[in-house]
C-alpha cells in the first residue's frame, strides 16, 4: 500500500485494526466486525508501526511474556529465535533500545504467534539497511514460508517491489491504482521501458495528476 | 518570548495553566471570605474550618508544586535516568540556567503560596503563626525535591528512597529546632544555606543528566536490577493485564504518599501543644491518600495505543485497571497505617487520638466503637481506591479538555465547599432550612445516580460491551454492598439518631456506581473513534 504523506494509508489499516469507526461504509477483517468484535480481530493480526509505542518501561523478556498470555498460538521456541536473531537483550528496557531494536523488538512480538494478517505501517521509516532487511525478510519469510497475508505500506517503493504481489496506490482517501504488481509494470511502458514503481507512483499521484 | 526565563516560566504557565488559575480563585475566595464574613460575627477560626480552609488546601497545593516544578508529573519517578524533561537540555542555555530557573520559579511559587495563605487565611486564635520562615521551609523542601528528582541514579527506585529520606531529615532538622522555641531569625538562619546548597547539587545533576551520564550499579546488583518482576508465564490475558496495570500506574500513588507523608507527619511537632491542630493532621493524613487519588487518576489513567490494540474486550481491559487500583490503594494505605502510629508516639502525640477514641467508646459503647473505627478505615481505603476509579472514565475517553476540565472542577470545589459549608453550619436559620430540605436533596441525588446508572446499563448492552450476565452480576455485588453498609449504618447509628431512609440514601450514594459503569463506555468510545 503505497501513498504520499496524508494520504490516507495509516487512517485505513486503523480501519482494520478497529482503532477508527467507519463514519459511511463497513469494515470486515476475516469476515467479523473490527469494532464490534476487536477480541476476534485483534487476536488474528500481528501490527509493526512505525510510531513504536511499545511501552518503554518494560523490559525485552517482559515485552514477550506480558505479550503472549493474549495469544493462545504464540510460539515460544519462534519467539527465542527471533530475539536471538535480532541479538536483542531480555533485560534491556524497550526505552534503552535504539530505534532499530525497537521496530525488531515489535516485530518478535508481531510475528510469535504466527497471526494470519501481519500489518506493517510503514516499519522501516528511518532505519537502517540492516534493520529493514529482517523487517523484508520477516515479510517475505511469512508470506512465503507460511503463506499468510502482509499488508505493507511504505514510502521506499523499492522495498516494496521487492515484496509485493498486489500494489495499492492511495491518493487523499482514495485508491487510484489497485491491481497485482505485475500488470501494473505490465501495463506502465514507455517506448518499450517497463517504468519502476517510482515513476508510477509520481505519474498516478505527483503534482498536476488528477484522481 | 524575550528571554530564556521567561521561555521557561511559559513552558510552566502553558501546561498547568488551569491548576494556577484554580489556585488564584481560591486566594481570591480566601481574600473575600475574610473581610466579608468575620466582621459579621461569624467565628470562622475554629479548628474543623480551619482545616477545611488553610490546611487542606495548602498542603494540596505544597504536593501540588512539589510535582509540577520537579516535573514530576511527566516523568517515571522511579527511573534511573534524570527527571529533567530531556527536550530541555537541547536548549541553548547553560546548565545554570536550566537548573536556576525551575527552581528560582518553583521558590517564589512556595513563598507566595505561605505569605498568601499566612496574610490570608484565618488562623486558630491560640496559634502563633510565623511570618517567613515556613516559606523558606516550604522552598527549601521544593529546592531540595528538584535537585534530587534531576540527579540520574545508579539504581532504579534509589531516587525515591533518598528524596524521601532527605526530606524526612530536614523535616527532623526543623522539629528539634523548634524543641527550643527558637525566633525566626533563628530559624530563617538554620534554613538559608539550604537554598544555595540544593542550587548547586541541581546544577550538578542536569549537567550530569544532559551529557547523558547515568551511573550505573546494576552490574553488583545483576540479579536484582535485571531480573524481571512479569512471571515466566501468565495464567491468562487477564492476569497479564493487571500486572501491566500495576507496573505501568499502580506504584505511582504510594510512591506520592510516601513522599508526602514526611511533610505532614512534622506538622504534628510543629503543633504538638495544640491537640485540635494535632487532630487535624491525623485528618490531614488520613484524607492524603484519596486526595493524591485524585491526581493521580487523572493524569495516570489514559490509554495508550498500545493497550487499545490489546485483543481484550473494553470491559476486560477496564477490570484490570479496577485490579490494579485496588493494589495501589491498599498499597498506599499501607504506608499511612504504619507510618502514622510512629509519628503519634514520636511526637508524643498519641494521647490526643486516644482520647478521641475513648470518647467515641463513652458514646457508643465498645462493640459500635469498633465497628465504627473497621468502618472508617475501610472507609477511608475504599475512598481511596473510589476516587482512582471514578475518574477513570474521564482519563480513558481520551478527550484532553475533559481531563483538564475535571481537575478544574475538582480544585474549585475546594475553594468553594469549605466557605459554603461554614456558611451553612455557623448561619442558625440557614443550617435548619438545609436540614429539612436534606432528605429531598439526597432523594435527588439518588434518583439522578440511578437513573444515570439505568441509562448506562441500556448503553453497555446495547453496544455489546458487557454481557447480559455480566451485568447482571455487577447490578447483584453493588445491590450487596449497598445493602451492607446499610445495615452497618443501622447498627451503628439507631434509629433514634438518625432516620433509616437516610442512611439508605447515604448507601446508596457512598457506594460507586456510575462513573465505574461509564468507564467501559468510555473507553469504547476512545478505543473506535
Redesign the interface.
Given at each position: 500500500m503505497v501513498g504520499a504523506n496524508g494520504a490516507g494509508k495509516t487512517t485505513l489499516i486503523k480501519h482494520i485494526?478497529?482503532?477508527?469507526?467507519a463514519e459511511s461504509g463497513t469494515v470486515r477483517v476475516f469476515g467479523r466486525d473490527p469494532?464490534?468484535d476487536?477480541?476476534g480481530?485483534?487476536?488474528r493480526i500481528g501490527?509493526v508501526s512505525e510510531e513504536n509505542?511499545?511501552?518503554g518501561?518494560?523490559?525485552v523478556?517482559?515485552l514477550i511474556?506480558?505479550s503472549?498470555?493474549?495469544?493462545p498460538g504464540w510460539d515460544d521456541a519462534y519467539a527465542e529465535e527471533l530475539r536471538r536473531a535480532f541479538a536483542l537483550d531480555?533485560?534491556t528496557r524497550i526505552r534503552n533500545l535504539s530505534k532499530g531494536q525497537k521496530a525488531r523488538a515489535g516485530l518478535i512480538v508481531a510475528l510469535a504467534y504466527r497471526p494470519e494478517l501481519l500489518v506493517l505501517d510503514e516499519p522501516s521509516s528511518g532505519l537502517d539497511p540492516i534493520v529493514r532487511r529482517d523487517i523484508l525478510g520477516a515479510v517475505i519469510r511469512t508470506i512465503a514460508d507460511e503463506g499468510r497475508t502482509v499488508i505493507f505500506s511504505s514510502h521506499l517503493l523499492d522495498e516494496v517491489e521487492q515484496v509485493a504481489d498486489h500494489v495499492t496506490m492511495i491518493s487523499n482517501g482514495t485508491i487510484v491504482l489497485s491491481a497485482p504488481l505485475h500488470d501494473i509494470k505490465e501495463s506502465h511502458r514507455v517506448g518499450g521501458r517497463v517504468l519502476s514503481l517510482d515513476e508510477i507512483f509520481v505519474a498516478r499521484v505527483g503534482p498536476g495528476q488528477s484522481v | 518570548m524575550h528571554s530564556p526565563a521567561l521561555a521557561i516560566a511559559g513552558q510552566f504557565r502553558q501546561r498547568h495553566r488551569w491548576g494556577l488559575t484554580a489556585l488564584a480563585c481560591y486566594f481570591v475566595v480566601l481574600a473575600v471570605v475574610r473581610p466579608l464574613v468575620l466582621p459579621g460575627g461569624v467565628h470562622f477560626d475554629g479548628p474543623q474550618t480551619f482545616a477545611l480552609g488553610v490546611v487542606i488546601p495548602l498542603t494540596a497545593t505544597f504536593m501540588y508544586f512539589l510535582a509540577i516544578f520537579s516535573f514530576g508529573l511527566s516523568g517515571d519517578v522511579a527511573a534511573r535516568q534524570s527527571l529533567y524533561p530531556a527536550r530541555m537540555f537541547t536548549l541553548p542555555l547553560t546548565s545554570s540556567a536550566l537548573a536556576g530557573w525551575p527552581m528560582i520559579f518553583g521558590s517564589a511559587a512556595m513563598m507566595v503560596l505561605w505569605l498568601a495563605t499566612r496574610v490570608l487565611g484565618v488562623w486558630p486564635s491560640d496559634v502563633a503563626v510565623p511570618v517567613l520562615w515556613p516559606a523558606l521551609l516550604a522552598a527549601s523542601l521544593l529546592a531540595w525535591t528538584q535537585a534530587l528528582t534531576w540527579m540520574p541514579y545508579p539504581l532504579r527506585g534509589l531516587r525515591v528512597i533518598v528524596t524521601v529520606l532527605w526530606l524526612a531529615t530536614i523535616d527532623a532538622i526543623v522539629m528539634v529546632a523548634l524543641n527550643y522555641k527558637p525566633s525566626e531569625a533563628v530559624m530563617l538562619l538554620i534554613l538559608a544555606p539550604h537554598l544555595p546548597i540544593a542550587y548547586f547539587v541541581a546544577r550538578y545533576a542536569v549537567a550530569r543528566a544532559r551529557r547523558g551520564d547515568v551511573p550505573d550499579w546494576r552490574v553488583g546488583f545483576g540479579r536484582a536490577e535485571h531480573s524481571t518482576t512479569a512471571p515466566r508465564t501468565f495464567s491468562s490475558a487477564a492476569r497479564a493485564q493487571v500486572w501491566f496495570e500495576w507496573r505501568h500506574y499502580g506504584r505511582s500513588l504510594p510512591a506520592l504518599v510516601a513522599m508526602v507523608l514526611p511533610f505532614e507527619l512534622s506538622l504534628l511537632f510543629v503543633f504538638r501543644e495544640t491537640p485540635a491542630i494535632v487532630m487535624e493532621i491525623i485528618v490531614a493524613v488520613l484524607l492524603t491518600p484519596p486526595f493524591m487519588a485524585m491526581f493521580v487518576a487523572a493524569t495516570r489513567g489514559s490509554v495508550t495505543s498500545f493497550t487499545t490494540r490489546r485483543p481484550m474486550t473494553a470491559a476486560s481491559l477496564v477490570a484490570a485497571k479496577l485490579q490494579a487500583t485496588l493494589s495501589s490503594a491498599l498499597a498506599a494505605w499501607l504506608l499511612v497505617l504504619i507510618a502514622t502510629p510512629v509519628a503519634l508516639m514520636w511526637s508524643g502525640t498519641s494521647a490526643v487520638l486516644l482520647d478521641a477514641m475513648h470518647r467515641v467508646v463513652e458514646a457508643a459503647g465498645t462493640p459500635r466503637a469498633i465497628a465504627i473505627l473497621w468502618f472508617a478505615v475501610v472507609a477511608l481505603v475504599a475512598s481511596t481506591w473510589k476516587q482512582l476509579v471514578q475518574s477513570l472514565f474521564i482519563a480513558m475517553s481520551g478527550r484532553e479538555w475533559l481531563v483538564k476540565a475535571s481537575v478544574l472542577f475538582a480544585l474549585s470545589l475546594l475553594g468553594i465547599v469549605p466557605p459554603v459549608a461554614h456558611w451553612v453550619l455557623s448561619d442558625h436559620h440557614v443550617r435548619a432550612a438545609v436540614w429539612s430540605a436534606f432528605p429531598w436533596i439526597l432523594a435527588f441525588f439518588v434518583l439522578l445516580k440511578t437513573a444515570t446508572a439505568g441509562w448506562i446499563a441500556v448503553r453497555l448492552h446495547a453496544k455489546r460491551i458487557l454481557s447480559d450476565r455480566a451485568l447482571i452480576e455487577f447490578a447483584v455485588a453493588w445491590d450487596a454492598i449497598v445493602l451492607a453498609v446499610y445495615g452497618l449504618l443501622v447498627w451503628v447509628f439507631p434509629n433514634v439518631i438518625v432516620r433509616h431512609y437516610f442512611l439508605a440514601f447515604v448507601a446508596i450514594l457512598a457506594v460507586p456506581l456510575v462513573r465505574i459503569a461509564a468507564a467501559p463506555l468510555a473507553l469504547e468510545a476512545n478505543r473506535h473513534r
Open positions: 485494526l478497529g482503532l477508527l469507526r469494532v464490534a476487536p477480541v480481530v485483534l487476536s501490527y509505542d511499545l511501552p518501561w518494560m523490559r523478556d517482559e511474556r506480558y503472549r498470555a493474549f495469544y531480555g533485560a | -
